[in-house]
């Protein structure tokens, strides 16, 4: 990252950001539209000139469809069909418009999929990526989970050339936000400037509704249609759930989680609940039985942010630099979770315990806010010293 010796502070309160992102999601159902939102907030809070351009405004109608056009148009023109799902002409006009010259002083792509429109912008603009994931490494994971031999073989050809189209991105863009430290790491050398953001947030964390179940309720909160969190309830549903002896309900909140409202009488659904209070309300302790993903369980963040005991896969708390916890029980085996979740002392401590405020604090908006705009600002100062 650059340094900020002495950049010119009305440069930077006077420039125009434009943010790409994918798709409008209002009411933040699912992490990784809680984190653009917490990104953008920040900058709205630093420039007075910040606007977001989605791909799509409004749901994607016929995704099935959408995906098997996308992953056809990817065996022709090269591309990764995960790119080519977001692929819009009407879109590309509205970002052309958006970005055209003289018009933004930075451009921000949100996901990787969004740099498809990299080519667009004015040349005198810079831009960042928003890299919510190790893209490559989630989807390569993703094949080696399937066990339909011609399905692995397509996809492992579109993961080759998703590695292509990261590296490429990585390499014009050349300025990448990463969610963790140990991604940012691990990302191409050709990166010209990386910074690691963790997830934040703002609000007044949570009060729980029903104390005295404390100890016999566990809770998950996500977005069931994200496959990592499907695998996740799955794996907890077939392996641990049905050993379980101890006296506890499961709750399972989030898009899709009715799916599983006949598979356990121990499981209550809920599907979507817009009111924080009411999704992390119903439990002090967290579970996150997470095997796969990348970057950072935003969910997971969510918990220690609002105070909420865990339970979780190695897994699901990587990524996060946390301090060794009472309140945070890694879990890495299935006899592990049996055994903790059999042992109602063990629960009942969980369930009064809260994480350390350094903890805490990592997901505070007002500490990672402060280093974002200034990675911004030093890009900024960058582009006008040179130009």
Same mark, same amino acid.
């Given at each position: 990252m650059?340094?900020?010796d002495n950049f010119?502070?009305?440069i930077?309160s006077s420039?125009r950001?434009?943010i790409?992102? =994918?798709?409008?999601?209002?009411v933040?159902s699912?992490?990784?539209s809680?984190?653009t939102?917490s990104?953008v907030?920040?900058?709205?809070?630093a420039?007075?000139?910040?606007q977001?351009?989605y791909v799509?405004?409004?749901p994607?109608?016929?995704?099935k469809?959408?995906i098997?056009?996308?992953?056809f148009g990817a065996?022709?023109?090269?591309?990764?069909a995960?790119?080519l799902?977001?692929l819009?002409y009407?879109?590309?006009r509205r970002?052309k418009r958006?970005?055209a010259v003289?018009r933004?002083d930075?451009v921000?792509?949100?996901?990787?999929?969004? !740099?498809l429109?990299s080519?667009?912008?004015?040349w005198?603009?810079r831009?960042?990526l928003i890299?919510h994931?190790d893209e490559v490494?989630l989807?390569?994971?993703?094949?080696?989970?399937l066990k339909w031999?011609l399905g692995?073989s397509?996809?492992?050809?579109?993961v080759?050339?998703?590695a292509?189209?990261?590296?490429?991105?990585?390499e014009?863009?050349?300025n990448v936000?990463?969610l963790?430290?140990?991604e940012?790491?691990?990302?191409?050398?050709?990166?010209?400037?990386?910074?690691?953001?963790?997830?934040?947030?703002?609000y007044?964390?949570a009060?729980?509704r029903?104390?005295?179940?404390?100890?016999?309720?566990v809770?998950f909160i996500?977005?069931?249609?994200w496959?990592p969190n499907?695998?996740a309830i799955?794996?907890?549903?077939?392996?641990?759930? !049905?050993?379980?002896?101890n006296?506890?309900?499961v709750h399972?909140?989030? =898009?899709?989680? =009715?799916r599983w409202?006949?598979s356990?009488?121990r499981?209550?659904t809920?599907?979507?609940?817009? !009111?924080?209070e009411d999704a992390?309300?119903i439990?002090?302790?967290?579970?996150?039985?997470?095997?796969?993903g990348?970057g950072?369980?935003?969910k997971v963040a969510?918990?220690i942010y609002?105070g909420?005991?865990l339970?979780?896969t190695?897994?699901?708390?990587?990524?996060?630099p946390?301090e060794?916890?009472?309140a945070?029980?890694?879990?890495?085996?299935? !006899?592990?979770?049996?055994d903790?979740?059999?042992d109602?002392l063990?629960?009942e401590?969980?369930a009064?315990?809260?994480?350390?405020?350094?903890n805490r604090d990592?997901?505070?908006r007002?500490?990672g806010?402060?280093?974002?705009?200034?990675?911004?600002?030093?890009?900024?100062?960058a582009r006008?010293i040179?130009?």
């Amino acid at each position: 990252m650059m340094k900020a010796d002495n950049f010119d502070k009305s440069i930077c309160s006077s420039a125009r950001l434009i943010i790409i992102s =994918h798709v409008k999601d209002e009411v933040g159902s699912n992490g990784g539209s809680v984190y653009t939102r917490s990104v953008v907030d920040i900058l709205k809070g630093a420039f007075s000139d910040v606007q977001t351009v989605y791909v799509h405004e409004n749901p994607i109608n016929f995704k099935k469809l959408r995906i098997v056009a996308a992953f056809f148009g990817a065996l022709v023109s090269g591309l990764p069909a995960k790119a080519l799902y977001f692929l819009s002409y009407k879109a590309a006009r509205r970002i052309k418009r958006a970005t055209a010259v003289g018009r933004a002083d930075l451009v921000i792509f949100d996901h990787l999929e969004t !740099s498809l429109y990299s080519r667009l912008i004015g040349w005198k603009a810079r831009a960042i990526l928003i890299q919510h994931n190790d893209e490559v490494k989630l989807h390569a994971n993703r094949v080696d989970e399937l066990k339909w031999r011609l399905g692995r073989s397509i996809l492992a050809s579109d993961v080759a050339r998703l590695a292509k189209f990261q590296c490429k991105a990585f390499e014009q863009i050349k300025n990448v936000i990463f969610l963790s430290a140990d991604e940012a790491a691990a990302a191409d050398g050709t990166i010209a400037n990386k910074f690691t953001l963790l997830p934040s947030f703002d609000y007044q964390p949570a009060r729980l509704r029903n104390a005295s179940r404390a100890g016999k309720d566990v809770v998950f909160i996500g977005n069931m249609n994200w496959w990592p969190n499907a695998d996740a309830i799955n794996w907890f549903v077939n392996e641990v759930l !049905s050993l379980i002896e101890n006296d506890i309900t499961v709750h399972v909140v989030g =898009h899709g989680s =009715h799916r599983w409202n006949q598979s356990n009488p121990r499981i209550k659904t809920y599907g979507f609940v817009e !009111s924080r209070e009411d999704a992390w309300g119903i439990s002090p302790i967290f579970i996150a039985p997470v095997r796969l993903g990348a970057g950072v369980n935003i969910k997971v963040a969510e918990a220690i942010y609002n105070g909420r005991a865990l339970i979780a896969t190695p897994q699901a708390l990587r990524g996060i630099p946390f301090e060794k916890d009472e309140a945070i029980a890694v879990m890495e085996s299935k !006899s592990e979770w049996v055994d903790c979740l059999n042992d109602p002392l063990r629960l009942e401590e969980l369930a009064q315990a809260i994480p350390k405020d350094i903890n805490r604090d990592l997901f505070r908006r007002s500490l990672g806010g402060k280093s974002l705009v200034e990675y911004v600002e030093n890009i900024l100062t960058a582009r006008a010293i040179q130009g």
